[in-house]
């Protein structure tokens, strides 16, 4: 199945775009489509235990399962004051 993957902020630097589309197997969760992204983008691989995620404009975990054509998008941490 194709999902759609928006990447914001320093994600979006490391992997080159701010929208991918990514094949994944049927019963995927959100986690496989980060883990295919970091083996595609190493430099996202630091940013795996603390990046955020949302399904189809919903914060999720990343033990939700997606669905074909779902928009997933990942968001770094935020800092500041």
Known sequence: ???KV???ARLRDVAGAAE???????GAVIRDV??????????????TT???CARNDDYA???????NGDCIAF??????G
Not at 34 to 47: R, S
Not at 61 to 67: D, L, S
């Open 1 to 3: 199945m194709r999902v």
């Open 6 to 8: 928006l990447m914001f």
């Open 20 to 26: 991918l589309e990514r094949e994944v197997p049927d």
């Open 34 to 47: 980060w883990d295919g992204l970091v083996e595609d983008h190493a430099g996202l691989e630091p940013f």
């Open 50 to 52: 603390s990046v955020s």
């Open 61 to 67: 975990r990343m033990t939700t399962t997606v669905a």
């Open 75 to 80: 968001l770094p941490p935020v800092s500041g």
